[in-house]
């Protein structure tokens, strides 16, 4: 479905106007999306498409995802914790799990970005270089 660019427009006013302290307010986000169904301006299904869609990017970007081929020990996660804040700023879910085909090192993703100092990724990287 394409979205007017006058509904984006008014998606991303009601995006901004969710934010507060740098953060997007859960309750405000609810509210907002309430009244624009009660109201039922033009186009108000890709209005809500478009805010849906802001959401989750921005949801995306508050999420880290560390994978390890063992357990971390708490000092290194207490330290990727503290350098993933510095980087991307405090209020990050960060999460960490075990991925054995990883086969050594880490793998972190915040969003779209992905940092990739596994085994696994370093042998994919030498097999595409041949």
């Keep these: 479905m394409k979205i007017p660019r006058q509904a984006k427009r008014e998606a991303k006013a009601l995006f901004r106007s969710c934010i507060k302290d740098g953060f997007l307010q859960d309750a405000l986000a609810r509210s907002a999306v309430e009244k624009v169904i009660q109201a039922k301006p033009r186009k108000y299904l890709a209005i809500l498409t478009h805010f849906h869609r802001l959401v ?23 330290q990727v914790r503290t350098n993933l804040e510095k980087i991307y700023g405090p209020g990050l879910n960060i ?36």
């Excluded at 989750?56 to 207490?78: F, G, P, Q, V």
């Excluded at 799990?97 to 990287?125: C, F, H, P, T």
Aim: hydrophobic share 35%; proline share 0%.
């Design 95 to 130: 999460s960490f799990g075990q991925n054995a085909s990883l086969i050594g090192g880490m793998k972190v993703r915040v969003g779209s970005d992905v940092y990739d100092g596994s085994v696994e990724g370093r042998l994919a990287a030498l097999r595409e270089s041949f």
């Design 56 to 78: 989750k990017l921005d949801l995306d970007r508050r999420t880290a995802r560390i994978e390890s081929a063992t357990s971390i020990a708490s000092e290194l996660e207490t």
